[in-house]
């Protein structure tokens, strides 16, 4: 018989030629059911010779697995983002699973979409790093048909499903206590939300669970130790950033520190320090919550919560990979510890008197 190598035969093909069933081909191809070694051996050998190329969808339908699952995030620049994502797929990777990835640019039509393209593809199951604590249907739709789900850094209301993150209320109030420790009485917090600062004041609901957390330390903290502290919203952009900033620095009550909610925010605010001819840690302090590999680098390096992103996406992975396979885990809260990271960026102002300029 002649084999012709062109990359259209097809499993029936390869069934004839190794002398099996359609069936034994597709499970010897598929990796799943019983097939023993010299029946697997022959069927691989004749998709080799025919230069067969498998249906991944094909095979999902066969074997109920597409050894895929869908990640979801809201900005794959976002270094955090980054990090979590390489993690997740040396994860699934490791156990046989392909990832496929969609960035939402925080748009939680494209987040449904998404979620819905993969469902369509259907991956085994999801993580998602929602844009919104409170649109959320899609993302019980996914719950309710029975697909692993896993909540990565963001934590929607309402959906019971395993998340993964960090305690962002803890380690803002960390970072709060510590500037207050070091003297600081006037602190901002910037943040990339289209709230203003009143709303945010008053508590008004925010998408994200992440930045509701930081800002409710921020508040609560400041008034437990009777300090001003003020929040600046809109921080859309490095350049918005940078003029939000600018603005900030020109104001005669302005704060000895700010603390920037991403490391997206804390380099714009960086430049924006040094474009006014001030330096960092002498005229004003910086603290991110959010660290990056530039932090450490910079002149001065700067304080910085450092959050464990890689083991974070890995974790995620696990947690999905032990749904699929219905391993567990027990717990549907997966929490995992981040590190307050002390460099040169903060003055201590403790015991220097504070002179208030006379307007």
Request: charged share 20%; proline share 4%; glycine share 6%.
């Amino acid at each position: 018989m002649e084999l012709k190598r062109n990359g259209t035969a097809t499993l029936m093909d390869v069934a004839r030629v190794a002398g099996v069933s359609r069936s034994t081909a597709a499970r010897a191809l598929g990796g799943y059911g019983a097939v023993s070694p010299e029946l697997q051996a022959m069927v691989s050998a004749a998709a080799e010779a025919l230069g067969y190329r498998s249906n991944a969808l094909a095979r999902s339908v066969s074997s109920g697995r597409s050894h895929t699952i869908g990640v979801v995030v809201s900005d794959i620049e976002n270094p955090h983002f980054a990090r979590a994502v390489r993690g997740m797929t040396d994860a699934a990777k490791a156990a046989g699973f392909d990832v496929i990835l969609a960035n939402t640019d925080e748009n939680i039509d494209a987040e449904r979409a998404a979620v819905q393209v993969f469902l369509d593809k259907r991956v085994d199951g999801l993580i998602v790093a929602s844009t919104s604590r409170s649109d959320s249907g899609h993302l019980l739709d996914v719950v309710g048909m029975g697909r692993p789900l896993v909540l990565f850094d963001r934590r929607p209301d309402n959906v019971d499903s395993d998340w993964v993150g960090t305690d962002c209320y803890a380690d803002a109030k960390t970072v709060m206590e510590y500037l207050i420790s070091k003297g600081h009485r006037n602190i901002a917090f910037l943040s990339a939300t289209t709230k203003t600062p009143e709303e945010l004041e008053a508590g008004h609901p925010l998408p994200i669970s992440t930045i509701a957390d930081r800002v409710r330390a921020v508040r609560e903290s400041a008034r437990a130790a009777g300090v001003r502290y003020e929040f600046i919203s809109d921080a859309m952009s490095p350049q918005k950033t940078h003029v939000i900033v600018a603005s900030l620095l020109n104001r005669r009550d302005r704060p000895s520190a700010i603390i920037a909610s991403y490391s997206k925010l804390a380099l714009p605010a960086f430049q924006a320090i040094r474009a006014a001819g001030l330096t960092v840690p002498e005229d004003i302090s910086l603290v991110c919550l959010d660290d990056a590999d530039w932090m450490t680098v910079s002149c001065p390096e700067v304080h910085a919560i450092s959050n464990p992103a890689y083991e974070m996406g890995m974790k995620a992975a696990e947690v999905l990979l032990g749904r699929i396979d219905g391993s567990g885990p027990e717990f549907k809260d997966h929490l995992l510890p981040a590190t307050f990271t002390q460099r040169a960026s903060v003055s201590d102002l403790a015991g220097v008197a504070v002179v208030t300029p006379i307007a």
